[in-house]
């Protein structure tokens, strides 16, 4: 197949392709990435863009990672795919026990699937059906924070409606009670008061008709790194425990060391009852997910009947060379030098953050945060700041006001540096207005 230049890409690219989370009459062109190296992203042109936003969270350990490519290559000349409903393999069999070995309590059986918002899925149609399968059908409710973002499918955006994402889609979903969220930062003296303003309404709205809360634990990603701290959600737990509802953990940001330990669940000392996964699982390589659940839901669910099985599935579970990618992965990630990068991106976050002008600035592991502008999740300051950095060779991607970074583990000191360097510039230049021009995910 002869190589196609730059501007036949961006041609073939205007005229069939529909990016995601964009308006496409007033986005500019898009870089036409042909290849990555480490924490960069390298451009048709030749340019390097340092990736602060790990490709939408996905990249643990840098482009391209040889461990984890010549892992899918291996696997790839044994076995592409089979399907799981009749099949089982070595990649899925050995990363499940895996799993269940990092995770915390009983979470010992995975259910695979591909997404994030297909892991949420999993676990909002489990914990339905759990329910029903032990003879008590009236338990429909869910609970959610607001704010929370749990994906785009249809029970996703159920949970993750006070959002801002699904307007458009409002009347096919299907109701959801909220909590409220209290997020803090650093500095926050009133965060005490809106604990207990949290807690006492899921006091209230937890009854016996009520089948599991979910909540993204320590961060709410996708509403603009919103954080809240370990002591709630273990009241949370709590609470939640002694209604006999279940807990849903979504960990499809937080996972694999972005809160600063492996789990966010292990951070906290909670075991929920599901846990979902994904992004950070195969290390940017392969799309792939698991929604890891308790054994006695697991049970709930045997019988000579195949009504009371989990009937859901999909064409690509388990995929081997999703699974090999994510064993992998998870090597690296368990090494000593990966630990030690964490633990320093963490460091470096705290030694710069708060000399960046704006307000709410905020830490957790990996991921750092701070308001330059007014709330709202339309802000004409994101989209300056974006252009900003990638004039600078650095791809950021503000969610509205919100400037964050949340770098690949392999990104080198002075990298980051320069990061904390132009957006310190950009916040002290900058009248931090809010506008009209949308909110940037």
């Known amino acids: ?33 042909v290849g990555g190296d480490g924490s960069g992203v390298i ?12 490709s939408w969270w996905v990249n643990l350990h840098g482009h391209a990672h040889p461990a984890i490519a010549g892992a899918v290559a291996e696997q790839a000349a044994r076995l592409e795919q089979v399907i799981f409903a009749d099949f089982t393999h070595a990649p899925a069999a050995r990363y499940a026990a895996r799993l269940a070995a990092e995770l915390p309590g009983d979470l010992d059986r995975v259910f695979y699937s591909d997404d994030g918002s297909t892991a949420v899925e999993v676990a909002l149609k489990m914990a339905l059906q759990y329910f029903s399968n032990l003879g008590q059908p009236g338990r ?40 409220p969220y209290p997020a803090t930062w650093i500095g926050d003296e009133t965060v005490e008061a809106r604990e207990a303003q949290a807690l006492d309404a899921l006091e209230r709205a937890l009854a016996a008709d009520v089948a599991a809360v979910i909540v993204e634990p320590l961060v709410q990603g996708a509403s603009g790194m919103r954080m809240c701290r370990e002591g709630f959600l273990r009241a949370v737990a709590e609470r939640v425990k002694a209604a006999g509802a279940l807990l849903i953990f979504d960990e499809v ?62 064409s690509y579970t388990a995929n081997p060379l999703g699974c090999a990618a994510a064993l992998a992965s998870l090597d690296l990630l368990l090494a000593e ?22 307000r709410r600035h ?46 690949p583990y392999c990104i080198a000191p002075a990298e980051l540096h320069r990061a904390w360097d132009l957006l310190e510039r950009f916040a002290a230049e900058h009248k931090g207005e809010a506008g009209d021009t949308g909110f940037v995910p």
């Open 140 to 179: 429909t409710r869910l609970l959610a924070f607001e704010g929370a973002y749990h994906g785009d499918t249809v029970g996703a955006m159920s949970v993750g409606r006070s959002s801002g994402y699904f307007r458009a889609w409002a009347g096919m979903l299907f109701p959801v009670d909220l909590l």
């Open 1 to 33: 197949m002869d190589p196609l230049s730059p501007d036949q890409i961006l041609d073939l690219d205007r005229r069939h392709v529909w990016h995601p989370f964009t308006q496409e009459q007033t986005a500019p062109p898009p870089l036409v990435a």
């Open 362 to 407: 905020r830490i957790m592991g990996t991921i750092a945060a701070v308001d330059l502008g007014e709330d709202g999740i339309g802000s004409a300051i994101g989209a300056e700041l974006k252009a900003w950095f990638r004039r600078h060779g650095m791809l950021m991607r503000p969610m509205g006001p919100v400037a964050y970074f949340l770098p």
């Open 253 to 314: 940001m937080t996972g694999f060391g972005r809160t600063g330990s492996l789990f966010a669940c292990r951070r906290i000392g909670v075991t929920p009852d599901m846990v979902c996964l994904s992004k950070g699982i195969t290390g940017g390589f392969l799309p792939m997910a698991a929604t890891v659940v308790r054994e006695p839901i697991h049970a709930a669910f045997l019988g000579q009947e195949i009504g009371k099985a989990f009937l859901h599935g999909h």
């Open 337 to 358: 030098d990966c630990q030690a990068r964490i633990a320093a991106i963490e460091a470096l976050h705290r030694e710069r953050l708060m000399a960046v002008r704006g």
């Open 43 to 54: 451009a048709a042109d030749g340019r390097r863009y340092v990736d602060l936003v790990s």
